[in-house]
């Protein structure tokens, strides 16, 4: 167990819906990252937060967005959904012994778009 | 250019013997870090080791070792007396810049399939 929980596990939805899917970092981590894994682009960057403010921003659209709350959790909310959109989301953290600055994931959320 | 490659699309090992995961990487910062992760079918991510760019020495964590060659920039994944749970999908992923650094994000290859046979 990594120590960062991911819900829901599995969500299915239909296209033009929007979605929430929900991150808890382990405990005193204070970043959180967003990958995207799908079959045709791997896994991808989507976002970075570092004690409830973005760090960093990859290859993420336009209909995503995501935030971090004062507890540290944090939510990536999924717009006008895509057929394109179905993957498996991934959160990650980290912040303890920041000298290696190891990222932890969660176990995802497998997103389907039908 | 691939920051990450790994170009082995998928691999066999016989129950108990050593097998080797082979990645390079691409990068023109001097500081930076590199893991490897485990993905079973299940789907979650594992992190097995990290090596960072600076360390003198390889990285190891029980069964897993790191074989750095910076010269080279390889960064490859040897596994000691495989299991049949070792079978899995395994990534190498590199992060550029130092680990105290603002952007921090991971940059993935494309992964190998290592399947154990009994």
């Known amino acids: 167990d990594s120590g960062v929980t991911q819900t829901p596990k599995h969500l299915i939805t239909a296209t033009g819906q929007r979605v929430t899917l929900r991150c808890s970092p382990r405990s005193g981590d204070l970043s959180v990252y967003w990958y995207q894994q799908s079959l045709d682009q791997g896994l991808q960057f989507l976002i970075q937060y570092y004690n409830g403010e973005e760090r960093a921003k990859g290859n993420i659209l336009e209909r995503f967005s995501a935030q971090q709350f004062p507890d540290l959790h944090s939510e990536l909310n999924l717009s006008s959904l895509e057929l394109g959109d179905s993957a498996l989301y991934f959160c990650?953290?980290?912040?303890?012994?920041?000298?290696?600055?190891?990222?932890?994931f969660g176990a995802g959320t497998r997103l389907s778009v039908l | 250019a691939q920051k990450i490659t790994q170009t082995q699309p998928g691999m066999f090992v016989q129950e108990k013997e050593a097998v080797t995961l082979d990645c390079t990487y691409d990068t023109s910062d001097p500081s930076y870090g590199l893991f490897w992760y485990k993905q079973p079918s299940s789907g979650e991510m594992i992190f097995l080791i990290y090596q960072g760019s600076y360390d003198q020495q390889n990285a190891t964590e029980g069964r897993y070792s790191l074989n750095f060659q910076k010269a080279r920039k390889s960064a490859n994944l040897v596994i000691s007396a495989s299991q049949l749970g070792d079978s899995a999908m395994y990534f190498c992923?590199?992060?550029?810049?130092?680990?105290?650094?603002?952007?921090?994000?991971?940059?993935f290859g494309k992964g190998i399939t290592l399947s154990v046979r009994p």
């Open positions: 990650a953290s980290s912040g303890r012994g920041l000298a290696k600055n190891i990222q932890y």
């Open positions: 992923a590199m992060r550029e810049g130092p680990s105290t650094g603002a952007n921090s994000k991971l940059t």
